[in-house]
């Protein structure tokens, strides 16, 4: 079993759709947990960083961790054509380096 | 405005033919790391800098190395590539490990 699971997609969505993107997990140590959108042929770029359970929202991004079921979420909310990417979960325990998911790969639809 | 900066962004190589990518960043960060990335897969760490200290993950092959003149720059060669090494190379930085950590665009590798 990976450490850090994504359903790699693609997830093809309408504009204005509401998206949840997810993660599983299976180290129990981790804590925090980060959300990265990553354009076609370019770097990562952070969304969204949480730190032990619960929700945290930032404009049309939510995100939300569950640690007792080793899961976590990212929502997007009236999806944009712009939205189209790949989405990387990240987390790492205290004094451990960040683990990647695969990512999903996202297409908003006009 | 750019905080992680990768040159080039594209790079050719022959199969064999050393290759050095560079990194460099504005943030004054205290760590640098080198990812790879195959297509559809998870960055995969290489290796990172904390200020001047090396830390090589397990599984990273000898044939890629890494240097941090000063805070700003960071290398990477590839001594000796093989086509299995064809992919985006990122480069990341953070404050402190602990931290979150920013992005480069990336180098994407060509062997032939």
């Known amino acids: 079993q990976k450490e850090v699971e994504q359903d790699p997609g693609p997830l093809s969505v309408p504009e204005g759709a509401i998206v949840s993107l997810n993660c599983t997990y299976s180290?129990?140590?981790?804590?925090?947990f980060m959300w990265y959108r990553q354009y076609s042929r370019k770097g990562p770029e952070l969304l969204m960083y949480t730190y032990s359970s619960g929700n945290k929202e930032d404009g049309r991004f939510t995100a939300q961790v569950d640690k007792s079921s080793k899961y976590i979420s990212l929502f997007i909310r009236d999806s944009q054509p712009s939205d189209s990417a790949t989405y990387l979960c990240?987390?790492?325990?205290?004094?451990?380096?960040?683990?990647f998911g695969p990512g999903t790969r996202l297409s908003v639809l006009p | 405005d750019a905080m992680v900066i990768q040159n080039p962004r594209y790079q050719v190589t022959q199969f064999g033919k050393p290759v050095t990518l560079s990194c460099s960043q504005t943030l004054n960060h205290n760590v640098m790391y080198w990812y790879q990335q195959k297509s559809s897969q998870a960055p995969k760490l290489l290796f990172h800098?904390?200020?001047?200290?090396?830390?090589n993950e397990a599984d990273t092959p000898d044939n890629f190395q890494s240097r941090r003149p000063n805070t700003s720059f960071c290398f990477l060669d590839i001594r000796s590539p093989g086509l299995g090494d064809a992919a985006m190379y990122l480069c990341?930085?953070?404050?402190?490990?602990?931290?979150?950590?920013?992005f480069g665009p990336g180098t994407r590798l060509t062997v032939l």
């Open positions: 800098y904390y200020d001047k200290d090396f830390n």
């Open positions: 180290n129990s140590a981790f804590q925090y």
């Open positions: 990341a930085t953070s404050r402190d490990p602990a931290d979150t950590q920013y």
């Open positions: 990240a987390m790492r325990g205290y004094g451990q380096n960040f683990v």
